[in-house]
């Protein structure tokens, strides 16, 4: 009973640490690209493609991890991913060309793809629908904590050793990460039920049959779409407006950084006292007139950051509060539904990111600040008015 209650409170830490190295993984390239430029034949302007190759392997992998979470065992898609990740990490600091690093760099975003999603399953799994809220905000202060200290991390490192050694380090965490992994998940979820599925199309026509599963795909693709579509082009506002260079972007960064992991933990909180669906109308609206703000009143370098700050916040409060919402959306297909979230979050900050990228090119900041602010109060009419809350009907039957 002692060593049971002990594997408990070790799981969610454990989770959280799983969370964190998918996004230190997935940014440590930022700080690193100059130096792999050097050392080996990739063009320092197509460093980029290590990121894009990353996510989109990503994207591509969780949904099917999903699934086959639902149907085997979501333990074992979990270790197997951490090992495919590691491993991939460990033979990018290995890489001396650059086809050999877009490789490396796939096969690592297909371990990520097994790995984020099921460590929301098995968290809804594992944690009451009543504390969800708390425990998403944790997982995802935690990755969201990797952009804070994963890209100076990953430069310090890079710095006192090489780039080869910043991704060998994240190797070595991983297997600290695995070997924790399997000694306190349990093997078998608690709601598992043995019957028959349905298969391949079969299986994702029973998912999207269900309206709100519908809808809150559009609701991730919105969400963190505007997330990256203004995010993509925090440096070019900052350089354009106010003349600032790295160091004073990256402190920029660093304070909305900050600000999102309180937002997110605060906002898991919240999101357990007044409701998920809640929480997220609210702070998606308030994201979305701070971030329209951001863009249409470029005019002091204060009030620009406190508008940011305040947006970060607002952003990740609400990302807490939608995780717990979606993972009660379908428990028999808990581990489909948040995949394809996952999956629909990066193709929503690809195309988002894109457009804003397009909307630069024609018109002023204010317009990539409107698109952005548009995507966040359709998320509020979403979570309003086209998302049901499962779980507190549930719970309360």
Not at 15 to 20: G, H, I, K, M, R
Not at 71 to 91: D, Q, Y
């Amino acid at each position: 009973m002692h060593a049971s209650l002990k594997k408990r409170d070790l799981l969610l830490p454990v989770l959280a640490f799983c969370s964190f190295l998918v996004g230190f993984d997935a940014i440590a390239t930022v700080p690193l690209l100059p130096s792999i430029a050097a050392s080996t034949d990739m063009p320092l302007k197509s460093g980029g493609l290590l990121y894009a190759g990353y996510a989109a392997a990503y994207a591509v992998t969780a949904p099917v991890m999903g699934v086959l979470s639902d149907r085997r065992s979501r333990k074992a898609i979990l270790l197997i991913g951490l090992l495919l990740f590691g491993a991939s990490t460990f033979l990018v600091g290995t890489g001396e060309t650059f086809a050999a690093l877009i490789r490396y760099r796939v096969l690592t975003g297909i371990g990520a793809g097994m790995v984020e999603p099921v460590v929301y399953a098995i968290a809804s799994d594992r944690y009451a629908y009543e504390e969800r809220g708390r425990v998403m905000g944790i997982i995802t202060a935690a990755l969201i904590a990797s952009s804070v200290v994963g890209v100076p991390l990953a430069g310090a490192i890079g710095e006192a050793t090489s780039w080869n050694g910043a991704f060998r380090s994240i190797a070595i965490l991983t297997l600290f990460a695995l070997i924790a992994a399997q000694a306190v998940i349990p093997a078998r979820r608690p709601d598992r039920r043995d019957q028959g599925a349905p298969a391949g199309r079969a299986y994702f026509r029973t998912v999207f049959s269900d309206s709100s599963v519908f809808f809150s795909l559009l609701g991730s693709f919105l969400y963190f779409g505007a997330l990256q579509g203004m995010f993509a082009l925090a440096g070019v506002f900052y350089h354009t407006h106010y003349g600032l260079g790295a160091g004073g972007i990256g402190l920029v960064l660093l304070a909305a950084g900050i600000s999102s992991v309180a937002g997110s933990l605060l906002g898991g909180k919240w999101a357990d006292r007044r409701g998920k669906r809640q929480v997220v109308a609210v702070a998606g609206a308030a994201a979305g007139v701070s971030v329209f703000l951001l863009g249409l009143l470029p005019f002091s370098l204060w009030l620009s950051v406190a508008l940011h700050v305040l947006w970060a916040a607002l952003y990740a409060a609400g990302q807490s509060a939608f995780t717990a919402l979606v993972s009660e959306l379908d428990p028999q297909s808990r581990g489909a539904v948040l995949s394809l979230n996952s999956s629909a979050m990066y193709i929503g900050a690809s195309a988002m990111s894109t457009l804003a990228a397009a909307l630069l090119q024609i018109g002023p900041f204010w317009t990539v600040g409107f698109m952005c602010g548009l995507a966040n109060l359709l998320v509020t009419a979403i979570a309003r008015s086209a998302i049901r809350e499962r779980g507190t009907a549930r719970n309360a039957g």
